[in-house]
């Protein structure tokens, strides 16, 4: 009985102890969504059973170790036992409640989580190799960084390009894949004024590390003062060189492609509009009107010395006009 007193206390200590240690490691991001509020709840519980857990099999363990370890002399066998129903019962009819208390708990924080607001914002997402792509539909605004207003409800209405990608924001807690040939929705109450990062969270190829962009959410203000400013940006694209450009924001493009003469997963288009291009088979070809064409349409054409052209899917939705405001947007770029 003085053993059972003894490990108990022991279990209880090393439980608060665990969980202490845990809870002041900082494993979670700041919070920064009302979604994040019932999720670390639901975390929190799970952090509590673990360190009871733990403590349940670590300290009866260590204790029946040292306690009745061997001694010099003894020979004797240990004492036979067998069977105990009621300890059985026990451990099994307590881990089935336990099991039900966190099916319920992850039942209403799965309904928290998905609370629908009726005035959510809709911004339309795409994800493809390697980038995000933001459009709000309401204003004709496209972007590569998504710009949320902070205390207001917004669904993301998600696609992808090609394949299979997943949304995540760390300090959202929320976390979604997204699908070739669906609409996939993210649903989220930004609390926290600040910068953050989306990263893709499936493995969708060889810079898939590299799927990340800026997530800001802003006070309500300058969130108006960014739809303005990017709603003038959208309204003066008149001139094909404009249009160009917004469609390589729009198509992902400047994911792989920089601008300014930096290796990123393709080559760079600084200076690449009536260059000589080297293959990998040892031939060249001049970067003219019809090479682009097809290099956007049919990537693995050619090969160009240093890149995989397998990193690039076929653009083939891409009308001849759109491309050809490309093609005026690349001329630019010298
Ligand atoms: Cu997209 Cu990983």
Redesign the pocket.
Known sequence: MQHFVIVGILVIVMAVLTYVGLDSAGLMPVQASAQAVSIDWLWNWQVVAMSFLFALIFVPLVYSLVVFRRRKGETGDGEHIEGNTNLEITWTVLPLFLVLAFAYMGAYSLGEINRVDPDAIEIKVR????SWTFEYPEYGIVSTELHLPVDQQVVLLMESSD????FWVPEFRVKQD?VPGRVTRYRITPTLIGDYKVR??????MS??K?ENPVIVDAQVDYDAWIAEQTAIAAAAQTPEAIGQLLTVKNGCIGCHSIDGSKLVGPSWLGTYGSVREFADGTSAVADDAYITQSIREPLAHEVAGFSPSSMPPYTALTDEEIANIIAYLKTLK
Request: some cysteine; aromatic content about 12%; hydrophobic content about 40%.
């Open positions: 994800g493809q190799q390697f394949v299979i990608h997943s997204v893709c969270a499936e493995l969708c190829g898939h590390y799927m």
